[in-house]
T-cell receptor, first 117, second 115 residues
Framework: DQQVKQNSPSLSVQEGRISILNCDYT??????FLWYKKYPAEGPTFLIS?????DKNEDGRFTVFLNKSAKHLSLHIVPSQPGDSAVYFC????????????????FGQGTILTVHP | EPEVTQTPSHQVTQMGQEVILRCVPI?????FYWYRQILGQKVEFLVS????????KSEIFDDQFSVERPDGSNFTLKIRSTKLEDSAMYFC?????????????FGPGTRLTVL
């Protein structure tokens, strides 16, 4: 099941520069997208989300962009900090499933971000 | 800041044994979920639970699995007869009932090792 794909297994960035993490999806029913950050031995931590009625959502250093026609979203972190080093997961949800898929998240494989001081 | 908690953090069991993984969701949340992550693989949805019943389950969630909300705070996942391939991190998550927010908040996970 490859409905959500993160094609870059890893990304290395210098502190202070921009980190761009990418995610593609195939299911056109997805209408809500989330990014989670995960440290080893911890659960995923919610970062930021975007509804399909928007194309951009910003929260501090984190901005998510959604391109519905390309079925692509990206997470921008500016400026990147060493504490941002973690695995980043893209997740998607079909909130219109009438109860049968309401809330279920489909995750990508994750991208390991390393921010070097 | 309220958070989802899970116990135990690590469970080791013999194949064929029953295990119960426990979760305490955030108190004003109404949707509850279990996910798992086999080492090196994606986080996979297992089951969602709302209003004291399963609202959706994946093909992974077969008859060996069950969920329960025995009281007002706990949410449990039971595996009746564990198999080697059940070894994974199991994450509980919860969500408020809201028309504008689908964010799920995850617990720290239980590492299940089946020998």
């Amino acid at each position: 099941d490859q409905q959500v794909k993160q094609n870059s297994p890893s990304l290395s960035v210098q502190e202070g520069r921009i980190s761009i993490l990418n995610c593609d999806y195939t299911n056109s029913m997805f209408d809500y997208f989330l990014w989670y950050k995960k440290y080893p031995a911890e659960g995923p931590t919610f970062l930021i989300s975007i509804s399909s009625i928007k194309d951009k959502n910003e929260d501090g250093r984190f901005t998510v962009f959604l391109n519905k026609s390309a079925k692509h979203l990206s997470l921008h972190i500016v400026p990147s900090q060493p504490g941002d080093s973690a695995v980043y997961f893209c997740a998607a949800n079909d909130s219109r499933g009438g109860g049968t898929s309401y809330g279920k998240l489909t995750f990508g494989q994750g991208t390991i971000l390393t921010v070097h001081p | 800041e309220p958070e989802v908690t899970q116990t135990p953090s690590h469970q080791v069991t013999q194949m064929g044994q029953e295990v119960i993984l426990r979760c305490v969701p955030i108190s004003n949340h109404l949707y509850f979920y279990w996910y798992r992550q086999i080492l090196g693989q994606k986080v996979e949805f297992l089951v969602s639970f709302y209003n004291n019943e399963i609202s959706e389950k994946s093909e992974i969630f077969d008859d060996q699995f069950s969920v329960e909300r025995p009281d007002g705070s706990n949410f449990t996942l039971k595996i009746r007869s564990t198999k080697l391939e059940d070894s994974a991190m199991y994450f509980c998550a919860s969500r408020r009932l809201s028309g504008t927010s689908n964010e799920q908040f995850f617990g720290p996970g239980t590492r299940l090792t089946v020998l």
